[in-house]
């Protein structure tokens, strides 16, 4: 007789046991099991039976198969809601004629509709519009209005809202920078001038609600093309009347688009929500788009990466992660690259020295070695070196080497000496102005240690964000004399085309009459070439003015240096429904979400 009560238990052999649970597959192990136990006995003690406990130590052997370590598993994706669609910058402005920025307009153009919207290929759809017709001497540009639309707060949207924006665009009060685009409007220049003041006698009219008539003061070969562009949008002038410079924050921006702007948290992110009203929007797939501000490539990258951005949109792959995103089978076909005409620029001030001296600016152009700017800088192979203004696949393209000054250091070198400064000697400390986004900190340095090896000078780089250096810029373009006493000698600009006519770049841009370049110079020659080329039908004719004026622009005056063409090339994840026009950003009307 005797009865068992355990006290305390050991294992040994634990080692093999962890051991196996880190392989691949656990195999059964052998322990023994000791166990310290305390026996009840009888016992005959001087004769007698006697009851009695002691201690035992028992041993057990046991066959147990180690349980498997669990395979590592990532973190839980963040759950988005609609889409996710990064931009660079902070829009300087929402306003409507204001605006004359990509950032800007791609979040314009999702909440105000225009008359036509661009799609891929360069055709454009009828948006507000559904037509068009064109008299026959080419003056009288009649327009259809889409029936029965409203704005946001139930106003119907009505033909004489997009007269009101074009008046409001060339209105000298509103100080719009793109007023020059309509300027082919009879009466426009004038208006827009102050020297009339009556904007009836303009060539713009709405004889009914749902007509829009624009009158030409001469036959113009790409007004058409401007239909599309936001220089014809609508706008409400109650609404700015009521709300002053706040209407186009959240809460008062009325839209007629396909989007409303939900919330707007300046330098962090803006939302839009699906516009219930729109006249299409049963065809308007995503509820809610979310449009946070990185400045940093690489913050959107690391985003992007943890699924926790559908697109990377308007923030460019770091120049760093470009070998190893084309490299990568998944995201080497998430980069999605298609046509975006412009031209990533050097602009150069005239009006100060010493890039007041023409030699100089060809000095500086020919010295500038674009290949390696694309291969080893901002390691996009896909992309072109440019040495001309026009972008390749527009009318006037000239290939590189062919126009401007391509990359030849000794005849830099003997340009600068012609100049007066041999070796650089004596040449002043170049002032050389940009902003903070994408890779332009990469391009530039890579620019300036290029003029400092091949020419022998020195360069002093100065940056801002967006918003802060195009106020520079501007502040220093009031007159010729504010251009000189401004500290930089060149600027870097970009420019991707808003539609697709030469125009667009070579006049709009780069005339000397335009507001929107800084450089400060003069030339006859080119505007009459320009104005030449816009009043004509003739195609052959047109390309002939236009290459002629962009070698006025950026050789024989080398007032611009062209470095690199333009494309639209972003990270857009795999199952996401996308399109990107050549011409304005993308309309998110079109997207889905898989």
């Known amino acids: 007789m005797y009865k068992k009560l355990a006290i305390l238990t050991l294992l040994v052999m634990i080692a093999p046991i962890v051991l196996a649970a880190c392989g691949p597959t656990p195999e059964p192990v052998t322990i023994v099991e000791t166990s310290v136990v305390v026996e009840t006995v009888v016992v005959e003690v001087e004769g007698e039976k006697v009851v009695q406990e002691q201690t035992v130590v028992v041993e057990t052997e046991k066959v147990v198969t180690a349980t498997p370590e669990p395979e590592p598993t990532e973190p839980p994706k963040a759950e988005l809601d609609g889409l996710w669609y ?66 946001s707060d139930g106003v119907p949207v ?89 209407w186009t924050e959240a809460g008062n921006y009325v839209c007629n688009g396909p989007y409303l702007l939900e919330s707007w948290e300046h330098e962090a992110e803006l939302v839009m929500v699906k516009n219930p009203d729109y006249w299409d929007a049963d065809n308007v797939s995503i509820e809610k788009i979310t449009i946070p501000i990185i400045l940093e490539s690489a913050t959107a990258m690391a985003l992007y990466e943890n699924d926790e951005l559908h697109s990377m ?57 674009r290949q390696t700017i694309i291969d080893n800088v901002i390691q996009m192979p896909w992309r072109q070196p440019m040495s ?7 009318l006037g393209h000239q290939e590189y080497g062919t126009c401007g ?19 650089g000697e004596g040449f002043p400390v170049l002032q050389f102005w940009f902003n903070r986004a994408d890779f332009n900190e990469d391009v530039i340095e890579a620019v300036a240690a290029m003029w400092e090896e091949n020419l022998g000078i020195q360069v002093e780089l100065r940056t801002n964000e967006w918003a802060v250096y195009q106020d520079f810029l501007n502040a220093c373009n009031d007159s010729k004399e504010a251009l000189a006493a401004c500290e930089y000698n060149a600027y870097r600009m970009g420019w991707v085309m808003d539609y697709g006519d030469p125009q667009n770049q070579l006049q709009v841009l780069f005339d000397p009459r335009s507001p929107q370049q800084y450089t400060g110079w003069e030339s006859a020659r080119f505007e009459e070439l320009i104005d030449q080329a816009g009043a004509s039908f003739d195609t052959a004719e047109r390309e002939a003015l236009y290459m002629e004026a962009d070698k006025i622009l950026c050789e024989d005056e080398a007032v611009l240096i062209p470095l690199i063409s333009y494309d639209n090339s972003t990270m857009v994840k795999e199952g996401v429904t996308f399109e990107f026009p050549p011409f304005g950003g993308p309309a998110f009307k079109y997207w889905a979400l898989p």
């Open 86 to 151: 990064a931009i660079g910058t902070e829009p300087p402005t929402l306003d409507i004629q204001l605006a004359n920025d990509t950032t800007s307009h791609l979040i314009i153009k999702q909440c105000i509709e225009g008359l036509f919207q661009y799609r891929p290929g360069g055709s454009f759809d009828p948006a507000a519009a559904t037509g068009y017709t064109v008299s026959d001497d080419g003056l009288v540009y009649t327009i259809n209005l889409r029936e029965g639309t409203t704005w």
């Open 158 to 246: 009505v033909a004489q809202h997009f007269v009101d924006g074009v008046i409001r665009l060339l209105d000298p009060a509103t100080a719009a920078e793109y007023a020059w685009l309509m300027y082919d409007l009879k009466g426009a220049a004038a208006f827009n001038s102050g020297e009339i003041d009556d904007p009836s006698l303009m060539g713009i009219e709405a004889p009914d609600d749902y007509t829009v008539v624009y009158t030409l003061a001469a036959p113009t070969s790409y007004f058409g093309a401007i239909l599309a562009f936001a220089t014809t949008m609508p706008v409400r002038l109650d609404i700015i009347e009521q709300y002053g410079d706040q």
């Open 313 to 369: 949109g308007g923030v460019a792959v770091p120049s760093e992660d470009q070998p190893r995103v084309q490299a990568d089978p998944v995201l080497s076909q998430e980069q999605r690259i298609s046509p975006r005409p412009g031209v990533y620029y050097v602009g150069l001030n005239t009006q100060r020295p010493p890039t007041d001296n023409v030699l100089v600016r060809q000095a500086l152009g020919a010295a500038i070695d």
């Open 388 to 394: 001309c203004s026009t972008p390749p696949d527009v």
């Open 405 to 423: 000054w391509a990359f030849d250091p000794d005849k830099a070198k003997e340009l600068l000496a012609e100049a007066g400064y041999p070796d």
